[in-house]
Structures are given as structure tokens and as C-alpha cells.
């Protein structure tokens, strides 16, 4: 059985920093890309980072110069350095297999001062 369990949100001040990690258990990890994604409340859900299974990187431009992904392959994680944090980023971030339809729960991160 797949899971994806996400960590690492808080309620932090514009221009903070936050590392969420997502733990997945269930699949051959380093075989699969893997993504965040982000839900803010009346918008729809958006991926914000994703990292192959070779570790080439991908960001949407909102977030480009300010998250960075990573992956560690042998403690099956991935993560989602978070700088420079704008009340804009609020949301839930979710963790994804990519072409898959397995999801983590979500985490919440919430900027504001």
C-alpha cells in the first residue's frame, strides 16, 4: 500500500523559510518522479515543484528562484525548501507520485505577519 505522508507546515512571517518533507512508503521510490503541489482555498490545486527520478528539477514560475526540490532516495523522502515565503503562498502542499494518482494528505503552510 502507497502512502505519502507530508511535514514541515507552519503559520511563518512574509519572508520566512520552511522545509516540508514527504515520506513515502509502498513503491520503489527512486524509480518514480515525484511532485508538490498546492491548494489555496477557491483556487485550484497547482504543482509548484517536481523532481525526476534522475533529480532534473522543474518549478512554476511563482515559486522559481524561491523553492527548491530534492529528493533522498535511500530514506525515501522528497522536499520542498521554501524561501522568501509571500502571504501568497499560503495553501495546503501536497506530495505526489507523478503519473500516478497517489497523493499525500497535505500539509498546511500558512504566510502572514
Known amino acids: 500500500q502507497v502512502q505519502l505522508v507530508e511535514s514541515g507546515g507552519s503559520l511563518v512571517q512574509p519572508g520566512g523559510s520552511l522545509r516540508l518533507s514527504c515520506a513515502a512508503s509502498g513503491i520503489a521510490f527512486s524509480s518514480y518522479a515525484m511532485a508538490w503541489y498546492r491548494q489555496a482555498p477557491g483556487k485550484s490545486r497547482e504543482q509548484v515543484a517536481g523532481?525526476?527520478?534522475?533529480?532534473?528539477?522543474n518549478y512554476a514560475d511563482s515559486v522559481k528562484g524561491r523553492f527548491t526540490i530534492s529528493r533522498d532516495n535511500a530514506k525515501n523522502m522528497v522536499y520542498l525548501q521554501m524561501n522568501s515565503l509571500k502571504p501568497e503562498d499560503t495553501a495546503v502542499y501536497l506530495c505526489k507520485v507523478k503519473f500516478t494518482n497517489y497523493w499525500g494528505q497535505g500539509t498546511q503552510v500558512t504566510v502572514s505577519s
Open positions: 523532481i525526476s527520478s534522475g533529480g532534473s528539477t
